[in-house]
């Protein structure tokens, strides 16, 4: 990415930060919507919500024309919160509710149909058309907004990712870690060759390895590209 500045003002910004689960774009989205008065928008927990319901109604996660029907009759909704999103789904707070490894996993699974992404994708759009926000996914960059101000594309070693993951399910973990490590390969796999919006970094996007960092160094990182690209002072 050039170093060139935008010149539009950091407050109408939008900020594009994808890449692969377990790489920690929640957080360093969470720190740079707070550091620079932006609005966190979560797509991943759009796609939670849709799954969750999908398993509510007992849909087979493996076939399209249901879930798009499903689709045609859900409402999602993030509200900002000082510590996450509230996450709204038909007019239902399900934040606390879309943060277990069965969601997550279905999220993965539903999100394949192209169908489905295009709705999501109307969505998100919507939700950040008036810029202001910061926003993270695996298509952020490439489909969602390729005209985002500034795009980060946030990876890390899959052996990193898997700890981390592991790490944040806390000591009461009811699976191992090698497990959780087999899951996310699992998950790359499918994220990196669906063959709509398949996870790849945008040709401008900066690549922000984490493996060898620490969350300090991430977060420096990542607020020094959005201040260099934006042309404002840390």
């Known amino acids: 990415m050039s170093g060139a500045t935008s010149g539009k003002p950091v407050s109408r910004a939008i900020i594009a930060i994808d890449g692969p689960a377990g790489a920690g774009k929640s957080t360093i989205a969470r720190h740079l919507a707070r550091h620079f008065g932006l609005l966190n928008l979560e797509t991943g927990a759009m796609y939670r ?7 509510r109604a007992a849909l087979p996660l493996d076939e399209s024309s249901s879930l798009e029907r499903l689709a045609s009759q859900t409402s999602i909704r993030l509200e900002s919160g000082e510590a996450e999103n509230r996450v709204l789904l038909d007019g239902e707070d399900v934040t606390g509710l879309i943060r277990n490894q ?8 539903v999100s394949v149909f192209p169908a489905i992404r295009a709705w999501m994708v109307r969505l998100q759009q919507q939700l950040g058309e008036q810029g202001g926000v910061v926003m993270e996914g695996r298509d952020i960059g490439t489909v969602v907004f390729p005209q985002a101000d500034v795009k980060i594309f946030l990876d890390a070693a899959p052996e990193v990712r898997g700890m981390r993951r592991f790490d944040q399910m806390g000591p009461a973990a009811a699976i191992p870690p090698e497990q959780v490590l087999r899951e996310l390969h699992a998950r790359d796999e499918r994220d990196r060759n669906r063959p709509d919006s398949p996870l790849r970094p945008a040709e401008d996007a900066v690549l922000l390895d984490s493996t060898n960092m620490t969350l300090d160094q991430v977060v420096q990182a990542a607020e020094a590209i959005v201040a260099r690209k934006m042309g404002v002072c840390l």
Not at 49 to 55: G, Q, S, V, Y
Not at 104 to 109: E, I, K, L, Q
């Open 49 to 55: 919500a849709f799954a969750l319901k999908a398993l």
């Open 102 to 109: 069965r969601v997550t996993d279905a999220a993965s699974r």
